[in-house]
């Protein structure tokens, strides 16, 4: 039968109080509704070491946190959310528990719940190990630990950056969003031919316009939408004309790799609009305008018998009216 705690003696005034609390674990719940179990043991050796620091001012808090039947392999632990909850509003100064491995089996977790004591002014104890964060060894144990941890997190980010690297060298869709033209299924990109169609639309309709804003007005025209139903801009068209995936490739760090997924646009389309965009947006636009057809160009002269030069000017919605203007005019010698 578990031993009832006795009533201990007030501290000295001089002496400040410093709030203990046990932390039990039992990863199975095999003789957890015994009259005395493992998690009543592991208490009573904690309580016992608190009971031997009540010099120091230590003083056991009468909450309990006992986490029967969980694995020490996850942070989601009833009472272990009570505990950091409880640290995180102040109401504790020192874990004590049995073993490290009661309260985290894993070096990152453990770390995370470090961070947390730390941010928190909080120490932990685990009195059969002799690690103890009160104490300077403690401490430099403790960062022993965390340096490991560290070490630890970026191997796996190296694991992971190694893993995604060979994945999108083989072609494989590694996730993010996904491009107009393609659904995402079972990690592969497969083409969404409705879609598809209109990405090919955007490639050919810049090629025949040679300019973006046209492109857009004619698919805002055609309501046409983006894969999130907004209307385009220039930017998605652009971002779509960029896109090597179009050409059945995935990319990485700027490299790209033949893809598992089927192309959407052939080369010599991807071509053409590539050698458009080579050149500016104004040169394209003035050669747009040279193409535009002027009917009495060369026909009509002004007063100076200079031909007159077609020009044109917007209203206030945006509608255009063509027009001739003399030499003289636009040289300001009129």
Known sequence: MRRKPTAEAPL????????????TRKSSEEGLDMEFN??????DAC????????SEGWVLVPDRYDDGGVSGGTLER???????????????????????????????????????????????????QSFNTTTSMGRLTLNILLS??????????????????????????????????YDAKDRKLLVNEAEAALVRRIFEGFVETESGTKLVQALRAEGATSKRGRTFTKSDIYRVLSNRTYLGEAMHKGKSYLG??????????????????????????????????SL????????????????HARGRRGQQYRYYVSQSVLKGSA
């Not at 000295?12 to 932390?23: G, H, S």
């Not at 941890?149 to 996904?178: P, T």
């Not at 389309?269 to 050149?279: F, G, Q, R, V």
């Open 38 to 43: 493992s998690l009543d043991a592991q208490r």
């Open 148 to 181: 490991f941890a560290q070490f630890e997190r970026e191997l796996i980010g190296e694991r992971i950056r190694d893993k995604v690297a060979a994945s999108r060298a083989r072609g494989i869709w590694m996730g993010g969003f996904v491009p107009l033209g």
């Open 12 to 23: 000295p005034a001089t002496v400040r109080k410093i709030r203990a609390a046990v932390y």
């Open 78 to 128: 009833p009472a272990l959310r009570r505990l950091l909850a409880d640290i995180e509003r102040g109401l504790l100064d020192v874990i004590v528990c049995y073993k490290l491995d009661r309260l985290s089996r894993a070096l990152m977790d453990f770390a995370k719940l470090v961070e947390i004591f730390d941010a928190n002014n909080v120490t932990f104890v685990s009195i059969t």
């Open 260 to 293: 598992e997924h089927a192309a959407i646009v052939p080369q010599e389309m991807w071509d053409a609009a590539h050698a458009l965009l080579k050149i500016s947006p104004r040169t394209r636009a003035n050669r747009t305008r040279c193409q535009t057809p």
């Open 296 to 311: 009495l160009r060369g026909l009509i002269f002004g007063s100076d018998g200079r031909a007159m030069s077609p020009t």
């Open 47 to 54: 309580e016992a070491y608190i009971t031997s620091q009540r």
